[in-house]
């Protein structure tokens, strides 16, 4: 099993910037990917950004594109999520998580950390 901890929430204004970073614990090594997603009140959860554990291939929402940045150390079982460019329409409960095998469901989750963007 693997558990994951998301930190790095908060408030910021419009044009502003976040760092969320993602603690890995336990199987880490079987994981095949890892990803950000976020749920605005009301809204379902999307996808945001996801990597590939071993050799580090990222995809992006369209909504992210040339604002966010995902990356991982896996020396020290990180996740990190550079946001720039903060809009209003970002503000959500941001989530990490990861999947075993490709093109499975995602298998495991953090608690979400909120993020909040003012106008």
């Known amino acids: 099993q693997v558990q994951v901890v998301e930190s790095g929430g908060g408030s910021v204004q419009a044009g502003g910037s976040l760092r969320l970073s993602c603690a890995a614990s336990g199987r880490t090594f079987s994981t095949y990917a890892m990803g950000w997603f976020r749920q605005a009140s009301g809204k379902e959860r999307e996808s945001v950004a996801a990597?590939?554990?071993?050799?580090?291939?990222?995809g992006y929402a369209d909504s992210v594109k040339g604002r966010f940045t995902i990356s991982r150390d896996t020396a020290k079982n990180m996740v990190y999520l550079q946001m720039n460019s903060l809009k209003p329409e970002d503000t959500a409960v941001y989530y990490c998580?990861?999947?075993?095998?490709?093109?499975?469901?995602?298998?495991?989750w953090g608690q979400g950390t909120q993020v909040t963007i003012s106008s």
């Open positions: 990597i590939t554990w071993s050799s580090g291939t990222t």
């Open positions: 998580g990861g999947r075993l095998r490709p093109g499975s469901e995602y298998d495991f």
